[in-house]
């Protein structure tokens, strides 16, 4: 069972364009959605998250639009530059106890080109 | 402030051998959790240790196994290797009950 579906898969921006990717999710208990950045080879890079009870957070070029009512969540990368060139995952979690565990999407390959 | 490494880089082994992989928290974390990333997926949960013990575990089977020690730094263990642990496995760790966690860059694991 998917808990956290990804698009689009693949996606092509032109350098200072905007780059947004989409995720939803169906667990009502997660109540974190963090968003990594992961280069061939390397592990993923923790670039921005977002709890429910805010609807936007920006951090620089990269903003998080949360929709709770509809279960949904987004990235928007602003003046996408070549080297924001990577896979992007999003990801929720739910804290269990002290447990908490990640639940990843299956991740959006992003090529800025020039 | 160090962040999450992880050993070794690479690792070949052949079916049924087993593997140990080794992870350093980052400083101040307490928490371990251990991801296994199939080629052109996201990372799935294996497991995640606390306070020395196993605090939470994905869909993986028994031959998955693991250890945290005192100094917060963990192992990963896999007993009869098969094809399909080919995989990046990835630890992170973070504080107790905290969303946040940090990947160290994996272990790339090649069974043939």
């Known amino acids: 069972q998917q808990q956290v579906k990804q698009s689009p898969q693949s996606l092509i921006v032109q350098k200072g364009g905007i780059s947004i990717i989409n995720c939803a999710y169906e667990?009502?208990?997660?109540?974190?959605f963090p968003w990594y950045q992961q280069f061939p080879g390397k592990g993923p890079a923790l670039l921005i998250a977002?709890?429910?009870?805010?609807s936007e957070k920006k951090e620089g070029r990269f903003t998080i639009s949360f929709n709770k009512s509809a279960k949904q969540f987004s990235l928007h990368i602003m003046d996408s530059q070549p080297g924001d060139s990577a896979t992007y995952f999003c990801a929720a979690s739910a804290i269990t106890g002290t447990a908490s565990k990640l639940t990843f999407g299956t991740g959006t390959r992003l090529q800025v080109t020039l | 402030e160090t962040g999450v490494t992880q050993s070794p880089t690479h690792l070949i082994k052949t079916r049924g051998q087993q593997v140990t992989l080794r992870c350093s928290s980052q400083s101040g974390h307490n928490t371990v959790s251990w991801y296994q990333q199939a080629l052109g997926q996201g990372p799935q949960f294996i497991f995640q240790?606390?306070?020395?013990?196993?605090?939470g575990r994905g869909n993986f089977p028994p031959r998955f196994s693991g250890l945290q020690f005192p100094n917060y730094s963990s192992e990963l263990n896999v007993n009869a290797l098969e094809l399909d642990d080919s995989a990046l496995y990835l630890c992170?760790?973070?504080?107790?009950?905290?969303?946040?966690?940090?990947f160290g860059p994996g272990t790339r694991l090649t069974v043939l």
């Open positions: 977002i709890r429910p009870d805010v």
């Open positions: 992170a760790s973070s504080l107790v009950s905290a969303g946040t966690q940090y």
């Open positions: 667990n009502t208990a997660f109540d974190y």
């Open positions: 240790y606390y306070r020395e013990e196993e605090n």
